[in-house]
């Protein structure tokens, strides 16, 4: 088991975001996570992640309470995130967003006095062309269509080199051809390197193609778990997602 | 040598020739211009590099000229010895405030980087046995080696060009390449496993002892120092000599500096508005050319050959 959440619970101001999730993820899973809008997907990404403090609870990974650490030893500790909404360095090059990424990685950033410059060069070609974006490494990022930015924001998580990746939606706001090849990417990235996912989606066809396992948020609760085949006969899942029967 | 270098060398040349003019108005300016150069580079490392706008960047500037005057008009410490411990006090201080002011985000940064320096301030001005209160302190006069207005030049011209290099190296190192990323986006750079407060906290330390070794040499170039030196005003000069000359190119707070320094020069001796010309140019400067003037001419030279 890589990954162990154990009810965790956050409210803003009264409102209870997350009211309690329990969960593991078993080593080398693809598991994904589903639920209407507002079902405290992202908060309970971030709670994981250590962007947001927990208010109870618990969260293990690979063996290590991460539940009170700050994001970045969390992320040294090989979980990697992506966001929903664009986040990558925009006025850096493609090249310098990955590269950054690399060199932290490789435990160069208190580097002061080497030429950042001809540092990492293979590794950050590396996965350059495993996100597809070889052909851009000298575009300035915030200028790329949206569809190459998402794929940068992954290179940068990839780059971290992580054993488990976080991702929230990261097809969010793409057309039907770009999620189909994201998704492909994404697992083929994921099973090469033998890497475990964890990922929220709002395409209900995405997440039944490549999910292993499929947790149902509703209202900061899990509602049901289980295999694809589980959670499209389960009654609950049903009333959310087709409306009451 | 990359062409870049060349161009630099040749430029530090040129103003190493600047004595020989023979104009004392020249060797004057320049001198002034090193100094306020140095302290404009080292508050963009903030300012442009990390993304944190400190308005409070005269204390350490302050801190510097004082060590340095106290250093050598009370303990009788060798004028080389006084540069680098005037240094390590801007950084002390630096390392105390910036762990508090790395803190906060954005205009409360701001705020309270403004609040330590005004701190500062008062502590010069009330501290009457030390500092000499509001008299300042007087006849800080050039080492018996260095006699001249021009051997001190050639001084702040070497103590400015090795801090310079200094920075310009940092700047692109893996730790500077963080630092921009940090002022892309600091939530992204934590996710990569960065600690930003952490580096926020050093690039401040960094920042303040080149602020206070240009302080240092303020010092003795004026020969006497005041209380005002640390007030508010001189950060936000420097502020604005760092917007002028484009806080996104390395070089920019020296280019700002210069033609800060030279207007009002020139604009003082016929007018008493300078104030008035100051914020015109501001104006402008905000409305049209939002990347200072090395900006400005980057951009230029980006058009006419588009192929670069």
């Known amino acids: ?245 | 040598m990359s062409r870049q270098n060349w161009i630099l060398i040749t430029i530090l040349v040129l103003v190493g020739l600047i004595p020989l003019t023979g104009s004392r108005y020249y060797v004057f300016l320049f001198t002034d211009i090193l100094i306020f150069g140095l302290f404009a580079l080292s508050l963009n490392l903030l300012l442009g590099y990390t993304g944190l706008v400190s308005f409070g960047q005269a204390a350490y500037f302050g801190i510097g000229c004082y060590t340095c005057a106290l250093l050598i008009k009370k303990a009788g410490i060798v004028f080389g010895f006084a540069f680098p411990i005037a240094g390590i006090f801007g950084a002390a201080a630096a390392l105390v405030i910036g762990f508090f002011c790395v803190r906060l985000t954005k205009i409360y940064f701001a705020m309270l980087t403004l609040a330590f320096s005004q701190v500062v301030w008062a502590i010069i001005f009330k501290w009457n046995a030390l500092t000499g209160g509001d008299t300042g302190i007087y006849g800080i006069d050039f080492p018996n080696f260095m006699d001249s207005k021009v051997k001190f030049f050639y001084f702040t011209l070497i103590v400015v060009s090795l801090s310079t290099f200094i920075l310009r190296k940092i700047i692109n190192s893996p730790f500077g390449r963080i630092l921009t990323t940090i002022r892309e986006n600091p939530e992204r750079t934590e996710f990569i496993g960065i600690n930003v407060k952490l580096f926020q906290l050093l690039a401040f330390i960094i920042s303040g002892f080149f602020s206070a070794i240009s302080g240092a040499l303020f010092a003795v170039f004026n020969h006497s120092i005041f209380p005002d030196f640390c007030y508010w005003p001189i950060s936000a000069e420097v502020l604005i000599m760092t917007l002028l000359g484009g806080m996104y190119s390395f070089f920019g707070p020296m280019v700002g500096a210069a033609v800060l320094l030279y207007l009002r020069l020139e604009v003082t001796s016929y007018t008493q508005y300078w104030p008035f010309i100051l914020g015109t140019i501001m104006v402008l400067l905000l409305f049209f050319f939002p990347g200072g003037i090395v900006g400005f001419i980057q951009d230029q030279i980006k058009r006419l050959m588009p192929s670069k």
Do not use: W
């Open chain 1, 1 to 245: 088991m890589i990954l162990q959440v154990e009810n965790l619970i956050k409210s803003f101001d009264g409102f209870i975001a997350v009211a309690g999730v329990s969960f593991q993820v078993e080593k080398g899973e693809i598991c994904s996570i589903i639920g209407p809008n507002g079902a405290g997907k992202t908060t309970l990404f971030n709670m994981i992640t250590g962007h947001l403090p927990l208010d109870k609870g618990r969260v293990i990974f690979n063996g290590i309470d991460i539940s009170r650490l700050p994001a970045h030893k969390i992320c040294r500790l090989g979980l990697g995130r992506s966001f929903q909404r664009i986040n990558i360095f925009p006025r850096l090059t493609v090249f310098e967003n990955i590269q950054a990424a690399v060199l932290t990685h490789r435990g160069k950033s208190l580097d002061f006095f080497t030429s950042v410059q001809p540092l990492f060069q293979e590794e950050t070609e590396e996965i350059l062309e495993k996100v597809g974006l070889q052909g851009h490494r000298y575009e300035v990022s915030g200028s790329l269509a949206y569809g190459f930015q998402k794929q940068l924001e992954l290179g940068i998580t990839l780059a971290c080199e992580p054993e488990m990746l976080l991702l929230d939606e990261p097809t969010a706001g793409m057309s039907t051809q770009e999620t189909r090849a994201t998704i492909e990417l994404i697992g083929k990235i994921v099973r090469d390197k033998g890497l475990t996912l964890l990922f929220t989606e709002h395409d209900m066809s995405v997440v039944f193609s490549i999910s292993e396992r499929i947790l149902v948020l509703h209202q900061g609760q899990l509602i049901a778990s289980g295999d694809p085949d589980e959670v499209r006969t389960n009654p609950d899942v049903q009333k959310i997602y087709m409306g009451k029967k």
